[in-house]
């Protein structure tokens, strides 16, 4: 299993440093916030990922390798 992304939608507050840092990882709704479905990256962008979720001031993307590690 590979790297999961998992977005709090409660916690995030609309900087969208995630999408500055990840913008082939993330989405965003209308009003800036983040609207990601959990799911698995693709190798190729857990980079991206990676880096989006370190850049959210909220802390509200969290990562895991463990499919049953839900937060």
């Known amino acids: 299993m590979g790297l999961q992304i998992h977005v ?13 840092h990840g ?11 983040n609207c990601a479905a959990d ?3 693709a190798p190729a962008y857990e980079a991206q ?3 989006g979720a370190h850049a959210c001031p909220e802390q509200a993307i969290k990562l895991t390798t463990d499919p049953t590690d839900t937060p």
């Open 8 to 20: 709090d939608r409660e916690s995030c507050t609309g900087h969208a440093q995630c999408l500055v």
């Open 23 to 33: 913008p082939d990882v993330f989405v965003l709704d209308d009003e800036g916030f």
């Open 39 to 41: 799911q698995e990256i």
């Open 49 to 51: 990922a990676t880096a």
